[in-house]
């Protein structure tokens, strides 16, 4: 009988995959669930639960968050990484390391195949094929719900006949919550003119009166809160985002190039990510030197790519990643931030490694380190190269009028 991975998530494509591929195709099939922090204990134990009464051989929940954070979503942070200026990748990361961690374990079951529910239509087909062909590359790849491409009526009517009888209720919006944000889909989505309304996001707005909150980076990591520390910088990521959703911050509609080459639209929540993100951004300016801040933003653009299109076992993104730490040992310091209905601020920073240190000399105001005629120097051989190029074109205008 042949074994089969199945990535495994409790809905309706899953359980379609699990009866199809054990009852039609006579396999042994082994579920696994990819937790990267954006799943409860009761959640996780209700879909093992339902995974055994489909009829697999042994269910496994695979708990990645930790690893999710420091292997992916601290480089996130260290670029300030925002795809096409707007999107923190919230599914895009998350669904590369459910991918690697469906074809580790499947590794390590020596998997005759492994399958995943995913459509023809989206991104998600891809992350998944690309992870298991470099992982396991002698493992077949099962994907019944794009060979087959049934409607999801054809599915509930097949588990039906099967005497798996469930509410497969179809929610107006599609939602996949995570740590490093949720992303939203619904009918506003697949056109370009309309908006998600208030009742599409999961998490309402309660709150009114705004807040102030600080955050503590060390090295470029979140450390503190409010004061509050955090050995794990996830704990401090889900604290922030305790505060920050119910202010109905981070949201946003994120327009852009899918791997297979159309372009889509996806809303999003992501509260935390981007205020750590921007917050990071801030103190960076104060701490780095021009030409760090310019190497890091050009290589951020790339590292966001590769990781949105399925690349992260690119070896290039490992040498990014080496890049990005490397730039963050000053890193240090609090951010002040503002909370209020559906928008944050950024008001100051405070750090040991601050490039405004009043020693020098302040903008627009006094200078303490240079004088006048160090500045008439600079300028003059600054502007030399430039000087030199016009006076050599209207030279040789003058010429080609005679």
């Not at 292997?71 to 670029?79: A, M, P, R």
């Not at 200026?85 to 998997?111: D, G, M, W």
């Amino acid at each position: 009988m042949k074994k089969v991975v199945l990535a495994y998530s409790g809905g309706l494509d899953t359980s379609f995959c699990v009866k199809y591929l054990t009852e039609e195709k006579g396999m042994e099939v082994h579920s696994v669930l990819v937790d990267t922090g954006g799943f409860t204990d009761e959640e996780i134990a209700d879909i093992e639960k339902k995974a055994y009464e489909l009829g697999v051989k042994s269910h496994f929940t695979s708990r990645v968050a930790d690893k999710y954070y420091k292997e992916c979503i601290k480089y996130l942070i260290f670029g300030n990484v925002l795809k096409n200026n707007t999107y923190p990748l919230s599914v895009s990361a998350e669904r590369i390391f459910q991918a690697i961690a469906v074809a580790e374990y499947a590794k390590s079951l020596n998997a005759n195949a492994i399958a995943h529910g995913s459509t023809g239509a989206g991104n998600d087909q891809v992350r998944f094929d690309m992870a298991f062909r470099i992982i396991v590359p002698e493992a077949e790849i099962i994907t019944p719900i794009r060979d087959l491409k049934l409607s999801r009526e054809a599915e509930i009517e097949f588990l039906k006949s099967k005497g798996v009888v469930r509410e497969w209720h179809k929610s107006t919006y599609s939602i996949n919550q995570g740590l490093w944000g949720t992303s939203i889909g619904g009918k506003e989505t697949l056109n370009s003119w309309e908006s998600l309304p208030e009742e599409a996001y999961p998490n309402p707005v309660t709150k009114k009166k705004p807040s102030e909150i600080t955050l503590e980076f060390v090295k470029g990591e979140l450390k503190a809160v409010n004061n509050k520390r955090f050995k794990n910088p996830v704990d401090a990521i889900r604290r922030l985002h305790q505060l920050a959703v119910p202010y109905g911050i981070g949201r946003d509609t994120h327009v852009g190039d899918t791997i297979i080459g159309i372009k889509g639209r996806v809303g999003f929540e992501a509260a935390a990510p981007l205020i750590i993100i921007k917050a990071h951004h801030l103190l960076e300016k104060h701490v780095l030197s021009k030409w760090q801040q310019y190497w890091k933003q050009n290589m951020a653009e790339w590292y966001g790519m590769l990781l949105h299109e399925g690349q992260f076992n690119e070896p290039v993104l490992r040498d990014i990643e080496q890049f990005f730490e490397s730039t963050q040992g000053h890193v240090s310091g609090i951010v002040r931030v503002s909370l209020s209905p559906y928008n944050f601020q950024l008001l100051g920073i405070e750090s040991k490694y601050d490039l405004m240190s009043p020693i020098f000399g302040s903008y627009g105001e006094m200078n303490n380190a240079w004088s006048g005629d160090d500045v008439r120097g600079f300028s003059k051989i600054a502007s030399n190269q430039v000087m030199i190029y016009q006076k050599v074109a209207e030279l040789a205008e003058k010429e080609n009028k005679k």
